[in-house]
């Protein structure tokens, strides 16, 4: 079966720190790797996605992730937390198996301590 | 920018009602998916089209149907709520592709009373 994990339902950093959320994922063959972040009673904002290629892979407002095969993880980065980063961050996967779908992790709230 | 437009933030209604969510995308997208976002499970799949007058089922399929007879409305209809259908509630739209993003509306926070 198809899924994602995100192992960490809360994260805190303080502001300036580096801040990583994790994400994990179970797949058959090459995945196709997505973040996306939710602010308070809004939807999901799509932040980057790793298709192939690089495993570096940078999106918006600062953020990047690492796609790591043997480990089958695809953590977010950012080198330098701001407040404005407290949220809600998915980690989602799909695959040519899924069809068009994609599945979705449970969530990790950051916190980002002034 | 693509637009994902649900019709109601927030709606209150009794057990027993048919209910009906309604979602609009401006991008004439191939696919359209239905969601709900429940407090630790994350986001779980109830309903997809990939077409007019085409549906595929979810995950979680039961007690809910949807249609769509044009390709720019997605609605989701709860055909006699209950109470564990309380719940927010994320239309998604997005072209042909399991590569390509996934474009949200800000979502529907259903309560059934």
């Known amino acids: 079966a198809q899924s994602v994990a995100q192992p960490e339902d809360q994260v805190n950093v303080a502001e300036g720190n580096p801040l990583t959320v994790k994400c994990t994922y179970s797949v058959s063959g090459n995945p196709y790797l997505f973040w996306y972040v939710q602010y308070p009673n809004r939807g999901l904002q799509f932040l980057l996605k790793?298709?192939?290629?690089?495993?570096l892979v940078k999106g918006s407002y600062g953020f990047e992730a690492e796609f790591n095969k043997s480990q089958t993880s695809f953590h977010l980065k950012k080198p330098s937390a701001l407040v404005s980063d407290s949220a809600l961050y998915f980690c989602a996967v799909s695959h040519s198996n899924t069809g068009n779908q994609f599945y979705f992790g449970t969530g990790t709230s950051l916190t980002v301590i002034p | 920018d693509v637009k994902v437009t649900q019709s109601s933030r927030y709606l209150v209604k009794r057990t027993g009602e048919k209910v009906f969510l309604e979602c609009v995308q401006d991008?004439?997208?191939?696919?359209m998916f239905w969601y709900r976002q429940d407090p630790g499970l994350g986001l779980r799949l109830i309903y997809f089209?990939?077409?007019?007058?085409?549906?595929e089922k979810g995950d979680i399929p039961e007690g809910y149907s949807v249609s769509r007879e044009k390709k720019e409305r997605f609605s989701l209809i709860l055909e006699s709520a209950s109470t564990n259908q309380t719940s927010m509630y994320l239309c998604t739209s997005g072209t042909g592709g399991f590569y390509q993003p996934q474009h949200f509306g800000d979502g529907t926070r259903l309560s059934i009373l």
């Open positions: 991008m004439d997208h191939e696919n």
């Open positions: 790793y298709i192939t290629g690089d495993n």
């Open positions: 089209s990939y077409d007019v007058k085409m549906k």
